[in-house]
């Protein structure tokens, strides 16, 4: 059973960076596409970023672009999510997700399993 692990989140003033990091262990992990995902209370699930499982930048959502970016380290089992310039709508729990085919992308649907969460709050 694959299990992810967010880590990284926290209280941030606007402007400022958080680097999220999601390890995944109990399956191979280098054949997964990986999403990073965000959700406010009162409001849908919504996508953030999307790498493949060969490093290919898959979605940025529009919102985030040019300020945040999303990696991965196969030989750690782990993806990234580098946030900069940060701001107060940005505050959300942050959730990574792993997709087993490795053919997905954006869509919440498409993702197999997910993580626990990570809270981000960003004071203006």
């Known amino acids: 059973q694959e299990q992810l692990v967010e880590s990284g989140g926290g209280l941030v003033q606007a402007g400022g960076s958080l680097r999220l990091s999601c390890v995944a262990s109990?399956?191979?992990?280098?054949?997964?596409?990986m999403g990073w995902f965000r959700q406010t209370p009162g409001k849908e699930r919504e996508s953030v970023a999307a790498?493949?499982?060969?490093?290919?930048?898959?979605y940025y959502a529009d919102a985030v672009k040019g300020r945040f970016f999303i990696s991965r380290d196969d030989a750690k089992n782990t993806v990234y999510l580098q946030m900069n310039s940060l701001k107060p709508e940005d505050t959300a729990i942050y959730y990574c997700?792993?997709?087993?085919?490795?053919?997905?992308?954006?869509?919440?649907?498409?993702?197999?399993?997910w993580g626990q969460g990570t809270q981000v709050t960003v004071s203006s």
């Open positions: 109990g399956r191979t992990f280098r054949s997964d596409n």
């Open positions: 997700a792993a997709d087993h085919d490795g053919m997905g992308g954006r869509e919440e649907g498409e993702y197999d399993n």
């Open positions: 790498i493949g499982w060969t490093g290919n930048i898959i």
